[in-house]
């Protein structure tokens, strides 16, 4: 059946998930974290978990935001085919609902227009929106802000299809280690395998918002995921950078079919603070 | 056990500090990050005077979140100091001394350091929300057309730190990374 949601409260909807999202992490990311303090050997290491658990309590009972990189705000719409935007253009509404949340909530304008001339936006606008059409008439929204500290170690390599799963391996497990303290380990991993460059890429975002913890649901891709995950956190690296066990949380594979030609791998590096918070309309 | 220091800070109170070594900060700083290291090293090299005296001053590279109202500032966590590396050996010329950030240094700043006895301290990446609670006042210094950016004068009270890369030029991250590489976790 159609069904017709006005701009208004997409607006509203989007600036209350950018607040949510920028000051409490997901569960599922908040207990990894803790559970790794445990696991953690280096002093330092644990010293460092230690903070963020700390940072965590603060941010929530302060309501002020996790990390001060309230990130680049990246938008996954799911629209459902039966529904009706009304009132203005669905990306208008998000951008303004980006502005009203990140202006009301305090959370810093980290957005440049033009990238050579860097003139900052003032309210963190524009977000980058991935828009997705379903089935049905359902309307889906998730807001996961994008610190630069680990988006900038992000890297994407179109492997040869000889170079397989070793060569994939090493890709990220280079990955990892150049980037070093920088993304503020622990850090997230999802990797995407396969498709075009781009869809490489967004595989590899989506990925993060899959619950840590939880495996790719093939079989092989679930294994690569431990593979990752224990080659990683013997890279030394640990909490901080400061040296340590505990480099990654959890490593998110996502795959998708690719060229005869092709093996396109990317990984989008991610921090503790991995932030995504979902609504529907 | 962590050393308390006052800031400003000056040879003398830092030649003895070693990398890794826990220290509180208290005292002024001034934040800096990418836009203002741009603009303060278009200074330098037009020969103007730069809008705050650096001697034996620290930087925090930090952009904070704007505070909202009854609180001194918003979140306020270290951002990635390799991007200040092509401006700090000048800067370390006039007088910088200490400097507070997350991640690694390249080799010249490793070596400016050594060369002027000052330290590279990291705060907890990421801590934002829990680092704000140890500034006690913020003013802008100077770049207000920057935001988050600007230069900030800002207070702090047992701001919590690590000694990255001390006065001889030991870098905790280059030793103490690899004591960890190679070992298997033992959960699984
Ligand atoms: S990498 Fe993440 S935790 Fe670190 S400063 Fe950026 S957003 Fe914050």
């Known amino acids: ?281 | 056990m962590s050393i308390r220091i006052k800031l400003p800070l000056d040879r003398s109170k830092i030649s003895g500090l070693r990398a890794g070594e826990r220290v509180l900060l208290s005292g002024h700083l001034y934040t800096a990050r990418d836009a203002a290291h741009m603009k303060l090293k278009e200074m330098l090299d037009n020969g103007h005077k730069l809008p705050v005296d650096l001697n034996n001053e620290t930087i925090y590279y930090a952009g904070p979140c704007p505070a909202a109202p009854g609180r001194v500032i918003g979140s306020a966590g270290p951002t990635t100091s390799g991007r200040m590396d092509s401006y700090t050996p000048a800067l370390l010329e006039h007088g910088l001394i200490g400097m507070i950030g997350k991640g690694d240094r390249d080799d010249k700043v490793v070596e400016a350091i050594k060369a002027k006895g000052a330290v590279y301290f990291g705060a907890t990446g990421g801590a934002g929300a829990l680092l704000s609670g140890r500034i006690a006042s913020s003013e802008i210094a100077a770049f207000p057309e920057l935001g988050t950016e600007a230069i900030r004068r800002i207070e702090v009270v047992d701001f919590p730190v690590i000694v990255l890369i001390d006065p001889s030029g030991t870098d905790i991250y280059r030793t103490n990374v690899i004591k960890y590489r190679n070992i298997r976790e033992e959960a699984d």
């Open chain 1, 1 to 281: 059946m159609t069904r017709v949601i006005e701009c208004r409260l997409v607006t509203e909807l989007v600036a209350s998930l950018c607040i949510e999202a920028n000051i409490i992490l997901p569960a599922d990311i908040a207990d990894v974290i803790s559970s790794a303090e445990y696991r953690e050997v280096s002093p330092e290491g644990k010293a460092v978990l230690a903070d963020l658990k700390l940072n965590m309590a603060v941010a929530r009972k302060e309501r002020i935001p996790i990390c001060q990189d309230t990130g680049m705000a990246v938008v996954f719409v799911k629209i459902g085919q039966e529904v009706q935007i009304s009132g203005g253009a669905l990306t208008d509404a998000i951008t303004a609902g980006v502005s009203k949340g990140y202006t009301e909530g305090y959370m810093r304008a980290s957005i440049v227009e033009d990238p050579l001339l860097r003139n900052n936006t003032g309210d963190n606008t524009p977000p980058v929106i991935h828009i997705e059409i379903v089935p049905g008439n359902t309307f889906r929204i998730t807001v996961a802000p994008k610190g630069f500290g680990s988006e900038n170690m992000s890297a994407l390599k179109m492997l040869k299809p000889s170079e397989g799963v070793e060569g994939v391996i090493d890709f990220v497990v280079d990955a990892v280690i150049t980037a070093g303290a920088n993304p503020c380990p622990p850090i997230i991993l999802g990797i995407g395998i396969g498709g075009t460059m781009e869809k490489a890429a967004l595989i590899a975002k989506q990925a993060l918002l899959r619950e840590a913890g939880t495996h790719n649901k093939l079989k092989h891709i679930a294994e690569l995921e431990d593979i990752i995950l224990d080659k990683v956190n013997r890279s030394g690296i640990g909490p901080g950078g400061l040296g340590g066990r505990v480099t990654a949380l959890a490593v998110n594979i996502d795959v998708y079919p690719t060229h005869i030609a092709g093996l396109p791998v990317a990984v989008n590096i991610s921090c503790h603070a991995t932030r995504h918070a979902t609504g529907s309309l």
